[in-house]
């Protein structure tokens, strides 16, 4: 929900640095590189026992995250950014509810488990909604200039930052706050699904 609003303020703040670092030869897949180190840094930190401090290799990770789309409008696009980008993305979230579970198996990993396959559901019904956005030719920019076509939900991008942080900060709450942020991404995904069904028909109901 929150998505459109947030790269309406972030985008200008994010041109500036991202013409510098283009400037000087740096390429978007680099940034995309290390906001995932970063995010990883940020993982290994959770699961070692310190996930308050890996609040701020997390949200460092989130900033490269939009950092590498300037330095990719700067430079210009590539398809394999695009697809470099989306998939380091889906690493870096499924790797912190997985931190969450190794920090403390016991107590996480029924919660844990249902986070990451709402996580699973969500991003297949993502995904297979742009590839045929693509095949259609569907742009929008609402979300900002993107390679792929972004759909709308209760659990975009920055309410995933948000959710993610709120573990970092509260992390004997994982529990409740997985359950509840998994519901809130199947909600999402079924919400993309019934989207989809208006938007690409299939007359006949049969398989593909």
């Not at 991202?18 to 290994?44: F, K």
């Not at 693509?134 to 076509?149: D, H, N, P």
């Not at 930052?161 to 998994?182: D, E, M, N, Q, T």
């Amino acid at each position: 929900m929150l998505d459109a609003a947030a790269r309406k303020a972030i985008d200008p703040i994010l041109c500036v640095p991202g013409r510098v670092l283009a400037h000087r030869g740096v390429s978007a897949n680099t940034v995309t590189l290390a906001g995932l180190t970063l995010g990883l840094i940020a993982a290994a930190m959770i699961a070692l026992g310190a996930p308050d401090w890996a609040l701020l290799p997390l949200l460092l990770s989130r900033v490269a995250d939009g950092l590498d789309g300037a330095v990719a409008r700067a430079r210009g696009k590539t398809d394999f950014g695009g697809y470099l980008d989306i998939t380091a993305d889906f690493l870096f979230y499924g790797a912190i509810p997985m931190a969450f579970v190794w920090l403390d198996p016991v107590a996480n990993a029924m919660a844990g488990a249902f986070l990451l396959t709402s996580f699973y559901f969500n991003g297949a019904t993502f995904l297979g909604f742009a590839i045929l956005a693509e095949k259609r030719q569907m742009r929008t920019e609402a979300r900002g200039v993107k390679s792929l076509y972004f759909t709308g939900g209760l659990m975009e991008g920055t309410e995933t930052i948000i959710f993610l942080a709120a573990l970092c900060l509260w992390p004997g709450w994982f529990v409740p706050l997985a359950w509840g942020g998994g519901v809130l991404c199947f909600i999402t995904a079924v919400s993309r699904v019934l989207l989809a069904r208006m938007v690409f028909p299939n007359t006949d109901d049969a398989d593909p």
